[in-house]
């Protein structure tokens, strides 16, 4: 079933989305409305209204009208990384019309998806990485996977009010290409179980582990200046239910710079590159990984199905059996990122926080701006397209 027509609406007061005036984009063009009532029927409008106001709105009960998260991130969000925070709304309201229109076109060659049902793209590839084995949610390894998985969101530091703060992303595609090498637990491999006890270093988790397994550990006396920027230490400090499980690289990481002891491993019989895993996933014809098309549209893809492989491991939802995969790659990303914010440290900035997918937000005096553009590119992250 071909897809229905697709349109954006930017409104100009998304808070008031019913009664808001707007501009609406199709293929056919663009034009002003003076209200929602105004959109053409046969059309599925996504709009600028966030998931809140759509809600409070019931905006979900006309069978056309979606919000703006077919993806991960807002429209606002889109708007503000292609450049056009300023730009006269509908000039933004066509850019954002050809990134959906060629999301949409991915979605329905690759996913068999109609328009119809509502949600976001990281759900729908979600759903086709399917079920990858019987583990219930109360098993041990579920439990320590989704332990060793828990990310540190919040701010590490707030940012100070007479500084201005800015976000550096890692290039979507070329970040997630180079996960498809990562060696991750296989999702049909056995898992054991052995107790452990003293300090470890990384030469001992290596050898007592191998690829694939996490590691029981408590950490302490880490350095003061690595814990501003490193989310286990944090978490170790303000969270009533800290941290005690680590993949192997990250408990490697942090042997080398704290004092780390060792209560258990899991291992896994057999591990194979998250590559690998997709590609099974992908049999059918179906392409999960945008690995040619560089554009803006499918480094957004990229960074959903990164979403899709590590939104497994909530305590409040159903195993999947992918856990252990997720929590891999999560620790991948956080050490990236870590290193990152450690440089932006040492350079004398003050790094807020770094956030999954290859986000680093840092603090700083506006006047230090081009300074640290100048740095984060050099370590190859992407500074913001406006604000400078």
């Known amino acids: 079933m071909a897809i229905p027509a697709l349109g954006v609406v930017i409104l100009d007061d998304k808070r ?31 709009t600028s209204v966030g998931y809140a106001e759509f809600k409070r709105g019931q905006l ?44 949409a076109g991915y979605l329905e060659a690759n996913l068999g998806w109609n328009g119809k049902v509502f949600g976001r793209l990281d759900w729908y590839l979600n759903n086709f990485l399917g079920i990858a084995s019987r583990q219930t949610a109360g098993s041990p390894l579920i439990t320590a996977a989704r332990n060793a998985h828990e990310y540190m969101t919040p701010a590490m530091v707030q940012s100070n009010p007479d500084a201005t703060s800015r976000t550096y992303i890692a290039p979507r595609i070329p970040y997630l290409q180079a996960l498809m090498t990562l060696p991750v637990p296989h999702l049909r491999a056995d898992w054991t179980y052995q107790p452990l006890s003293g300090q470890a270093d990384s030469n001992r988790l290596a050898a007592e582990g191998g690829l694939g397994s996490f590691f029981e ?66 049999s059918n014809g179906m392409k999960l990984v945008p690995d040619c098309d560089f554009s803006y549209s499918a480094g957004l893809i990229a960074e959903s199905l990164l979403y899709a492989i590590l939104g497994t491991t909530s305590g409040d939802k159903p195993a999947t059996g992918r856990e252990p995969v997720a929590a891999y790659v999560a620790a991948h990303d956080r050490l990236m990122m870590i290193r990152h914010a450690q440089k932006v440290y040492d350079a004398g900035y003050t790094p807020m926080s770094s956030a999954c997918g290859g986000r680093l937000v840092v603090s700083l005096p506006a006047m230090a701006i081009a300074d640290l553009d100048s740095l984060c590119q050099g370590m190859g992250l992407e500074a913001p397209m406006t604000g400078s």
């Open 16 to 46: 008031y989305p019913a009664t808001s005036a707007g501009y609406a984009v199709t293929a056919e063009g663009g034009r002003r409305i003076n209200r929602l009532s105004d959109l053409a029927s046969g059309v599925v409008w996504y």
């Open 217 to 282: 550990v408590s950490i302490s006396d880490i350095d003061p200046d690595l814990a501003v920027v490193a989310p286990f230490a944090a978490r170790q400090t303000t969270d009533s239910d800290p941290r005690v499980w680590c993949a192997l690289p990250e408990a490697m990481f942090y042997a080398d710079r704290s004092n780390l002891v060792v209560r258990g491993v899991w291992k896994p019989s057999r591990v194979e590159s998250l590559g690998e895993q997709l590609a099974a996933a992908s």
């Open 60 to 103: 979900y009960k006309q069978s056309n009208l979606r919000g703006d998260q077919l993806l991960r991130c807002s429209m606002s969000s889109i708007i503000h990384e292609i450049g056009l925070e300023y730009a006269p709304i509908p000039e933004q309201a066509e850019a954002v019309f050809r990134v959906f229109q060629e999301i």
